[in-house]
């Protein structure tokens, strides 16, 4: 007797900043899902978000694959929106995604818990600039991803051409600049346990830190595993783990971290990593032993054993 295939749906575009990274990501996975076990649909969520509830309707979503980065993927609107519908989705749950995105929020998390993060202050059109500054400072958007918007601040006066650009009720952070060893550590939930994958090291060519261009112009040189002392390779594994746990993750997620004499310093966390050819945890999962493949299946398969209607 043939086994009745489940019906995967990709969410991917969208109208965030990262909409082009989106579409490639959803066309990665779109590609590399099992058709022998799935039936896959992509909906640009920009342009088609009203087919996901004529799907729902019909019960013909087993599952939301979510490839949607930044705001209105990232941010727990999408999350919220399936939970409505009562479908199953990848990733983590409203409250994790509210929190990750946010980095204000995920830094006084990270300072409560004891865990290390670049020194920061909350900044807006009418801050006091003057008092407790120190140079150079990264100045970037409290819910942005893919680095979007970063800056290196070198002194007051660029810091003040910044804020004049802001709109009213706009905040920014402006954050301690560390300068070090950039690693990131991927986070994949297998068979109901947590494993961190090897951290990958990050040298861009064309800036002084990995930002946006750097990402995805395949400029950089990205080392895995890492070439980092074993002994603080197992801490950043260790830390990757701690913080997926304590931003309250599900499934995948992948946290930025840099090293300054032996000290990792959190810089945060990305709930829907990216899924392009240039992407990150895919080559630490490969390194893993874990194709592009298999990771997007064991995702897949992961939510539709275990997947639950996840909430706050």
């Known amino acids: 007797m043939e086994v009745k295939k489940k019906n995967i749906v990709v969410l991917y575009g969208g109208d965030s900043n990262e909409r082009i990274v989106s579409l490639k990501t959803g066309l990665m996975i779109s590609k590399n899902i099992n058709k022998k076990k799935y039936n896959v649909k992509l909906i640009d969520t920009k342009k088609e978000i009203f ?79 003057k008092k407790n500054l120190t140079f150079p400072s990264i100045l970037k958007p409290i819910n942005e991803g893919s680095s979007m918007g970063i800056n290196i601040i070198n002194n007051e006066k660029e810091l003040e051409k910044k804020l004049k650009k802001l709109k009213k009720n706009q ?64 801490k950043a594994k260790e830390l990757a ?21 032996g000290e990792i310093f959190i810089l945060e966390i990305n709930t829907i990593p990216e899924m392009t050819q240039e992407s990150l945890l895919p080559k630490e999962a490969k390194e893993f032993d874990i194709s592009f493949e298999k990771l997007i299946n064991l995702i897949i398969e992961k939510e539709l054993k275990y997947g639950e209607k996840k909430g706050l």
């Open 171 to 234: 905040s920014l952070i402006l954050e301690e600049y560390i300068k070090g060893t950039e690693i990131s550590v991927g986070v994949i939930e297998i068979n109901n346990q947590l494993i961190s994958l090897p951290p990958i090291e990050i040298i861009p060519k064309e800036s002084e830190f990995f930002d946006y261009k750097s990402k995805y112009s395949g400029q950089n040189e990205e080392i895995v595993p890492a070439r980092i002392e074993k002994q603080i390779e197992n």
């Open 51 to 129: 087919k996901i509830i004529d799907l729902a309707k019909k019960k013909n979503i087993d599952l939301a694959f979510i490839a949607l980065h930044g705001k209105g993927g990232e941010d727990g609107s999408i999350q919220g929106f399936l939970e409505t519908l009562k479908i199953k989705y990848t990733g983590s749950g409203i409250l994790a995604s509210v929190i990750g995105m946010d980095k204000e929020i995920t830094k006084t998390i990270l300072t409560a818990n004891k865990i290390k993060t670049p020194n920061f202050s909350i900044i807006n059109k009418e801050s006091n600039i």
């Open 241 to 261: 783990t701690t913080v997926h746990k304590l931003i309250k993750c599900k499934t995948i997620s992948r946290t930025d971290m840099i090293i300054r004499k």
